[in-house]
């Protein structure tokens, strides 16, 4: 059973359509990544899998059925623009959007502060959330998302604000919920991030999905049938070569249809004038694929 | 579903009645009442001629007895009164007329020759009390006529000093107690009271209305707005529907509002030490369980669609200055009964009474009133009570849908096109 599966929906604004006949499904155990540009319609989908807006057309199942009123308390949610009480205690507010979500108070307490002490919060419990910082208030607002262990994970710009280290700490409790068979659907533009830990992804365009399947897949579909290399020597004139492209110190070897990496590694290794430091398939970056998608291009 | 509105009403409760600001204005607004009422009576006691309680203003009352509208109807079956005092001067001997027994008096009051007719039982020495008739409606009471009772019973009881303000200063009332008849006698029964209680009790329950609805009103929109600007709403919303969420904060702000009226009233009797006065004034008047269950009823309505409506508010305004004069327009039909309270006290089944007791947002005062004046029809009843609800339950409706549509827009105006397109939307 799909954890979520999104089904042709579309959604209009005063005659805009924002979401245009968008599916794609989100499993058990994964690690599901949205992209797209600013616009694209991304937040909306989002909104309306959380029944916050309701889709002009189309289906939504959640956990395998409509969403209602006792399936939000599977979800949680870290929206894009954080949403925390400012002037309330950070362990007061943990609690009461916890208590939200069907936990009872005394059990919401006792979550909210072993979840505090995981990300070194616990001295700050008492503070008003005014009071720490932004990096400290994603923490407390990741916090609040999953402290009732929902099912489905809904987060937005999960990294926003966070150093290295606290990226690092709120990966692991991702990934935690990965390995727990719970899934995870995650939109951001940082696409190093998607790279590393989604499974599969869609990237949204005009309101429309341009792009969906694994990482692997997508990449495939945008590879430039060329091979990186970096050494000394020469790099011309090798059999089955279109052209030759030079940039920072890398070759790029544009292949003729039907050449394999592997001949031109060959003809190269036999070469006695040529050292090679690095020899790699091309496969384009999702930062690439991203930005020609946005500029048109729907990849092989 | 029942819980999380409830963690909202609590957290709305909890997270308000901390706040400084909270408490500021509630012992802030008595204690302005208390010194401007402080100054205000300095004032006054600076005024010579003015100083003794029951009888008033002595220039008015000479305004009144130049004008000839001072006439004092009584009946003594007690004998106490031996004629009328030789040491009052023969204009305020000339303001008494005495009938030899009710029926004659309550005739003249009929015919208007008397504003109010006072009885004087036979009993009255071992009671003290007096009873009074009228079909005059004069809410802030009758207290110049009754002191010239008081001032011809105690001039007979004590004709040595019982005319001198020192007397009266230390016996002031205690000797006249006025009350209604304990039985029908006629259509003049006790009508002047039931109809300054059920204006007290109408002005009342205005007052609590506007004031639980104005301090919760402006604390609801507050806190709808600063969840709206600080993005608190998305995640409200999606852990609980619109509906409860609103129910939630009217719950929570107006359990708040309540507390907060509760302690305005218990400051204000303990200050002015008029509690326990009220208390036996609404005590002469029997007011049935019923209409006081109305009253509580039409009272719980009525704030709690002035609350929705006030949420309505918070969800298409971005900013306090936005809310403010919608809020001041939404306000107003609590006060067209204050406007009509003369005709809605004299004709409280009228036509017109009728329609603002059957319109769902002036029926909360015009409903207690009638129901405390007059014995209204069961269906009349029925009708209000039952517009009113269906008038919350559309509001509650209504003002989700526009707070579903309106919470997603920050800084900018929800429009019309985008509200029509939420109401038509499933919840």
Redesign the interface.
Known sequence: MAMLNVVDVKKS??GTQAVRGVSFNVEPGELFGVLGPNGAGKTTTI?MI?????PDSGSIEVLGGPMD?SK??R?G?L?E????????KVIDCMV??A????IERNEARKRASAYLERVELGHVAQKKVSELSKGMQQKVQFG?TILHEPDIVIIDEPFEALDPVNTRMVKDLLFDIRREGRAVLMCTHQMHLIEEMCDRIVMFNRGEIVLNGTLRDVRRRFAPNAVWVEGNGSFDNLPGIESVQTENGQVQLNLQAGTSPQSVFQALASRGDTSIDRFEVAIPSLDDIFVRVVNGERGQ | MANKMLSVAQNEFIKHIRKPTFWLAVFGMPLLIAVVGFFSQSNNNNRSGFAVPGLGDPAKINEDILSGELKIGFVDESGVIKGIPSSFDPQTASLYVQYPDVAQGLAAMEKTDIPALYVIPSDYLATGKVQRYSNQVNPFGDSLQSSLVELLLSTSLYPDNGSSYAFLLQQPTTQLKVEGPDGPINKATNEGERMQSAFILGMGLALLLYISIFSSANLLLQSLIEEKENRVIEVMLSSLSPRSLLQGKILGLGLLGLVQVAIWIAMGALITGQGAALGSMMANVEISLGAWLLALMSFVLGYAMYASLMAGIGAVANTMRESSQLTVIVGLPIIIPLMFISVIIEQPNGGLTTGLSLFPLTAPVVLTIRSVLTSVPLWQVGLSVGLMILTVIGLQFVTARMFRASTLLRGSKASFGAMWQALRQPE
């Open positions: 604004f005063a909104r959380l029944d916050i807006l309701r009123e939000k308390n979800i949610y929206p623009e954080r949403g925390l009480y400012r002037n309330l009461y959007l208590t939200l979500k069907g609040t």
